[in-house]
């Protein structure tokens, strides 16, 4: 709200700031593919275990999630190798979004 003065009265106008606006991030969401590793739940992200070009076993550690003060360490369904991080250090996270994805067939 901007108040100022006209021909001796006073004024009141409200603008709007567009370059204000909350902008939601929307992730891309892990599919159904064996590779394809999903949040198990809402979360940040605190740990990367993993790197791009990794050999993982099924059960590896791949990402530590923190939420409501307890921490989730996200194995690997399968083995393979890590082919790309979708997640990133402090992130915030909903269920299904995408962590990385695996290579299951080399």
Known sequence: ??????????????????????????REKATDEAGSVGAP??????????AVEDEVAAGDPLVVLSAMKMETVVGAPVAGKVTRIAAELGAQLAAGDLLVELDTQG
């Open 1 to 26: 709200t901007v108040f100022f003065e006209l021909n001796g009265q006073p004024r009141r106008v409200r603008i709007r700031d567009r370059s204000a606006e909350v902008v939601e991030a929307v």
């Open 41 to 50: 739940m809402p979360g940040s992200v605190i740990g990367l275990r993993v």
